[in-house]
């Protein structure tokens, strides 16, 4: 579901985003929740803040004789100044409907001065966020991606098997898979699972009873069953590993989407990770999309669903289906809208 044009948008600053870029998509129509405060080109002829530092901009005044840049109709921005803006660094996301009210809760990964925390929004009206809670844990050192199951609880993969990196390599070195899935709820947090070389994306299945994780590391898709045992009282959701404990996927898979009709898992994967790492616009990194069909079963199908050489789109980390459409992203080009009918 595409949003209709921003009439009250977010705005958060990325550290080190292109400014022309995010004023080029962040304009009008499209999933773009986040711009740049500076895309205002239409002006800030007034600004109000409330106690809780949510300040809100009118923009794009057209007055008799006076000069104007801005041709589009006006619109009104919302600035949440509680955020460190100047070093709000986005990574994996995931969102949770409430149920019982239909409040729609962002999480976002977040890596300010290169740390790692989770804050959580709430969306609200048309296209506006408000930030309610920033998370931080020891377990959570090196998150990677996030999967919510609550208003307030997810599970996230860390990426990095010790906060000390020079560790963390040497466990590669030695082929030693330490990375790990931490739970996180109000009431508790831990190590969910293990044995993992490097953790991911993370999503969960339709009916909520797997979780799925990208070893990036090692070719492959992890699965975990979510199983609830009866501990001091409490009832308490582990994460089992399944007798077929991964689906080999012979690329280096980022992010994991989950079609809510089929239960089909789509991968954005790295094909050749070393020319993302050493960048050179001359031979750019590829993108491999792939899908994964009957992953419970005996025999799962992996299909190559897109694949591109980067001369279309670089480095492809995610693509996610609906209805007949996908949308595929990437860790700094571009993303690309595609018709599967």
Known sequence: MSLKSIQLTVCQVSAGQNTTALC???????????????CTECG????????????????GLK?????????EPGKMYVLNLELDLSSFNPHGISVYTDETDDNIYVFVVNHPHEASQVEIFRFVAEDTLVHLKTITHPLLHSVN????????SFYATNHFSFPNQALHFLTIILAMPMCDVVYYSPSEVRVAAGGIMSGNGINISP????IYVSDILDHEIDIFERKKERLNELNVTHLLPLEVLSVGVGSLCDNIEVDHRTGDLWLGCHPNPMKMLNFDLKDPPGSEILKIKNIHSEHPVVSMEYADNGQVIMASTVAAPYEGKLLIGTVFHKALYCDLR
Do not use: Q, W
């Open 207 to 210: 009916d909520k009873r797997y």
């Open 145 to 152: 991606d996030i999967v919510a199951v609550g208003k307030e």
């Open 24 to 38: 080029e998509n962040g304009g009008g129509e499209g999933l773009f929740l986040f711009i740049f405060l500076f």
């Open 63 to 71: 007055f008799p004789e006076m000069h104007s840049f801005c041709d």
């Open 44 to 59: 800030a002829e007034d600004i109000t803040i409330l106690k809780d530092g949510l300040a809100f901009f009118s923009s």
